[in-house]
Nanobody, 120 residues
Framework: QVQLVESGGGLVQAGGSLRLSCAAS????????MDWYRQAPGKQRELVAT???????IYGDSVKGRFTISRDNAKNTVYLQMNSLKPEETGVYYC??????????????WGQGTQVTVSS
């Protein structure tokens, strides 16, 4: 079994910072791209940032210059450093990873989500 566990969410004032972490564990052979998504109340889940195995990063337009995605391949962990947070960025943040399991299958796995609340 493969599991993704996020941490680092919480309550922060507008303009503040948070760092999210997402650790993958279980029967993992390799991990391809890792992503962060978020879902605000009443809205669809949206892609925040992506990082490839080689460290190539892609960001949503609204977070460019403020958020940084990174990964530690030795720890099977992806991070999201969020600076200058805005109230409208309140929501549940999910990580996703495309994982090749030791059993031979490759598919996307999702974490359970971590709540980020930005107060004005």
């Amino acid at each position: 079994q493969v599991q993704l566990v996020e941490s680092g969410g919480g309550l922060v004032q507008a303009g503040g910072s948070l760092r999210l972490s997402c650790a993958a564990s279980g029967s993992i052979f390799s991990i391809n791209a890792m992503d962060w998504y978020r879902q605000a109340p009443g809205k669809q889940r949206e892609l925040v940032a992506t990082i490839t195995t080689d460290g190539i990063t892609i960001y949503g337009d609204s977070v460019k210059g403020r958020f940084t995605i990174s990964r530690d391949n030795a720890k099977n962990t992806v991070y999201l450093q969020m600076n200058s947070l805005k109230p409208e960025e309140t929501g549940v943040y999910y990580c996703r990873a495309r994982i090749h399991s030791s059993g031979g299958t490759m598919r996307n796995y999702w974490g359970q989500g971590t709540q980020v609340t930005v107060s004005s």
